[in-house]
């Protein structure tokens, strides 16, 4: 994620600690589905004030986001984390399009429109290739 996106996230929201940055290593194209899971997060914990949940890690796995904190998050906390982890699978990673889906070529398991799964190959081919001409 481009790192003025991670701002306006860790900026807009108390759930992302100042003090130990959170890890957020996921693509622009899931923004919005973390704005509003983490929206709805900091809505309820500032009216639940007994309850603190810090951020720690965004990341992709087999195609889909994984949501970490730390604290004692309730059932509620769990269920928009859930709810904004299910929703990525069918949310094209790269460009935010929901009709994403699973692309597994190669053991590359990602959440792609068809779009960006191909300029994502082109992408890959010329980064390889500028390595072999180094
Ligand atoms: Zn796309």
């Keep these: 994620m481009k790192q003025e996106l991670k701002q306006q996230l860790k900026d ?11 890890n957020i290593s996921v693509g622009d194209g899931w923004y ?10 900091q809505e309820y ?4 004030t007994d309850i603190a949940v810090k951020v720690v890690q965004i990341k992709e ?3 889909e986001m994984r949501f970490y904190y730390d604290g ?3 059932h509620y906390v769990k ?14 990673e790269r460009c ?5 889906k699973k692309i597994n070529k190669v053991g590359w398991l990602k959440t792609m429109c068809n779009t960006c799964y191909d300029l994502n190959l082109v992408e890959r081919a010329a980064s390889f290739k500028d390595y072999a001409n180094k």
């Design 12 to 22: 807009k929201y108390k759930i992302f600690s100042d003090i130990h940055d959170a």
């Design 32 to 41: 919005d589905v973390i704005d509003g899971g983490c929206l709805l997060i």
């Design 61 to 63: 796995k087999f195609g």
């Design 45 to 48: 914990l500032d009216k639940n």
């Design 72 to 74: 004692h998050g309730d």
């Design 79 to 92: 269920e928009i984390v859930e709810m904004m982890e299910k929703a990525t699978n069918t949310v094209c």
């Design 96 to 100: 935010g399009i929901h009709c994403g």
